[in-house]
């Protein structure tokens, strides 16, 4: 090797180095002294760092603009981060440093025998990965970089990155020095990688020593530190080497090198490696063997437990470590035992711990009470009183799209559907624990400290990090042209989440007033002359959330309980019909102009009016829901001009386009209202056929918004409204569970993306990406 002044070949450096290569740069040092697969590379020394900032006289313009500066003002702090990060960018780079670079990469080339290699360009911070803090995730990564001017571009992008909101606003928090951390690159051989993952050689969740944990999924280990797919688990005794605990997950995406272009991309993996692949176990007994053998292996060497991350290249067939990092979170205490009483999906992530209630029918919700688990083949809307007071939810049937799923990421509570056997094995009044970030369900009251597991050495979280407030999130969201909405159930609950990051909300179930605040069956109470509630309470309802984020719209639609759900209201059972088949039976629209429903839809009318006339808050859109023909529509929108509520300029009307024939009358329907929103999960099911609360379905694939017949129906609705200048919204978790359909929807240009609580900053920031990759593909076709 040649002599450097600013590089630093991985075989020149060792644990101790921090100061000069941080600690991702040390520790992957001191794997290749340690003899263990590491790919091959260099680090540029933290001191490269420091001579880039004087030699483009950047320290004093630095501390100037770092002085005065409040980090909880969200606005300076964006601010001064963007106009530092501005200045590094477009900084001179030190010709002797620069020089060092290029050479560096030019002999890794020739010493790997590959020309103008691709390689993983990688923050490493000298404060990185101390005892007591880790700076993991604060900075960035760049990955699949190839030839030497893409290099030195992004070398300076990692240095700028030292800069970023969240990494000034951490150091802050933590009381760090901002100009006593400094940045070392790591150049490091692409590893191309077929199954990646993380490997604990403690067991992070339980704090036991004697067991591990590896994680793995399809593609590059991106999706797997970043959240965003849910990986294969293992939990191994170190000292049998067995595997004592399973969960083989649906990875629905995977992270792979662009198609064109440096950097990366996720895909489905159903269409880029096969459907059968979603659900198929990532590692066999061998690989498994191998990495527990070396998981074993580098805690020996360091003499600690260890948080690593691994890569199985496609091409030499061979096991790589990305990084190893000392476990700083693990807790000294008494070893937890957990047994795992039944398995489901997780369809609303955290812990919770109670009795179970077995409720077998909704006769049976009353003797649910506070803290209690809610255990039921599946849950309806008539169940949502006991399910607020639970601390957990379990269901033997249903996917991440039904009921008690939608429901429970409202509330956030803990939920686990599709458990199939819950009701037999979890016994009434049993002290259990659900795990619904892993989907779950344990004997007794554990994982007691840890409330919200999270896998360490995610690369974008930050263990010890101080959470940011829901406003300062808000502040701090990307701004996108198309709109992020969000979805909301019980009113209540706008106080909790007034300040996400979303720009209206679009899509308000009035369902949740009708059992919470009214109780009765519409026509019970026109019937017993207590209409006068009824219009109280759905305007008190509606104004309750209207007020709180006015000026934006909230989008309300109106009831759309089925038949078998009206009758669980007060008086239902006298005037509602038994149907076989509820989900495609008298409901939305029909119900509103058939004469024996026409009057309680008027007091829906009358509630809204007064919402937005007596009250004043004409932020209120009305949206009718499971239209089925024009001339339906046409005659419920004279039921609502007769009521006060006019289609004009100053009271829109929308409805949701989720049943196939509004698909095919698309323009026509358009020409009708102010806007669509697109009722994903109800219009997966009918052009599928598939029941949205099918288990088996679910996981065959079936109910899937990415089925090409679902997306050509989209395509359909976007474009209606686009030629005829009409919004068109979706509402669904489909944008926020599979990136590619978010992109798709983006690109055929839909206006508006409504999602629930947990996900609206994610989508925004998901949405954001999309359309800045949107510009840029149109500005290199120009």
Known sequence: MSNYTYIKWFNEVKKEDISQVGGKGANLGELTHMGLPVPPGFCITAGGYDKFIEYAELDEVVKFLMEPLDVDNVDSLTEVSREIQEKINNGKIYPKLEEEIVSAYREFAKEINVENPEVAVRSSATAEDLPDASFAGQQDTYLHIRGEEELVKHVRMCWASLWTSRAI????????????????????????????????????????????????????????????????????????????????????????????????????????????????????????????????????????????????????????????????????????????????????????????????????????????????????????PAMRKAAGVVTDEGGRTCHAAIVSRELQIPCIVGAKNATKVLKDGAEVTVDATRGIVYEGFVLKEKEEPKQEGKENTVQGQVNITDSLKSLMAPVTATKIYMNLGEPELIEKYKDLPFDGIGLMRTEFIFTNMIGAHPMYLVKTGQQQLMIDKLAEGISKVASAIYPKNLVVRMSDFRTNEFRGLKGGDEVEPIESNPMIGWRGVSRYISPEYEEGFRLECRAMYKVREEFGLNNVIAMLPFVRTTDELVTVKEIMASEGLKQSKNFKI?????????????????????????????????????????????????????????????????????????????????????????????????????????????????????????????????
């Not at 970043?226 to 067995?242: A, L, M, N, Q, R």
């Not at 990495?291 to 948080?307: F, P």
């Not at 009358?665 to 949205?692: H, K, P």
């Not at 240009?749 to 989508?763: A, F």
């Open 654 to 782: 929308w409805i949701m386009a989720e049943v196939p024939s509004v698909v095919f009358q698309a323009e026509e329907f358009a020409e009708l209202v102010d806007g669509f929103s697109i009722g994903s999960n109800d219009l997966t099911q009918l052009v599928m056929g598939a029941d949205r609360d099918s288990g088996v379905l679910n996981n065959m694939g079936y109910f899937d918004e990415r089925n090409e017949p679902v997306k050509r129906a989209l395509k359909i609705l976007i474009d209606a409204c686009n030629k005829k200048g009409k919004t068109c919204s979706i509402c669904g978790q489909g944008p926020s569970q599979y990136p590619e359909l978010a992109e798709y929807l983006v690109e055929c240009g839909v206006t508006s993306i409504s999602v629930n609580p947990d996900t609206v900053d994610y989508t925004r920031r998901l949405v954001a990406s999309v359309e800045q990759k949107m510009i840029l593909k149109k500005l290199r076709n120009m």
């Open 169 to 384: 606003y951490y150091r802050e928090k933590q009381n760090f020095d901002h100009f006593d951390v400094s940045l070392s690159v790591v150049i490091q051989k692409m590893v191309n990688s077929e199954k990646s993952g993380v490997m604990f050689t403690a067991n992070p969740i339980n704090n036991n020593v004697d067991e591990m944990m590896i994680n793995a999924s399809w593609g590059l280990g991106e999706a797997v530190v970043s959240g965003t797919v849910t990986p294969d688990e293992y939990i191994i005794d170190k000292k049998t080497k067995k595997i004592i605990e399973k969960n083989i997950a649906s990875k629905n995406s995977m992270v792979i090198k662009k198609s064109s272009g440096v950097g990366t991309e996720e895909v489905s993996v159903a269409d880029y490696l096969g459907r059968e692949y979603v659900d198929a176990e990532c590692l066999n007994e061998k690989e498994l063997n191998t990495l527990i053998e070396r998981g074993l292996k580098v805690e020996e060497l360091y003499g600690s437990v260890q948080d690593t991350e691994w890569g199985f290249d496609i091409d030499t067939k061979e096991f790589y470590f990305l990084q190893s990092r000392p476990i700083t979170t693990l807790k000294k205490e008494e070893k937890e035992v957990l047994t795992p009483l039944a398995k489901g999906l997780p369809a609303s992530p955290g812990i919770g711990r109670g009795r179970v209630k077995l409720i077998k029918d909704i006769s049976e919700i009353n003797l649910v009470e506070d803290g209690d688990i809610l255990v039921t083949e599946m849950t309806n809307p008539d169940m949502v």
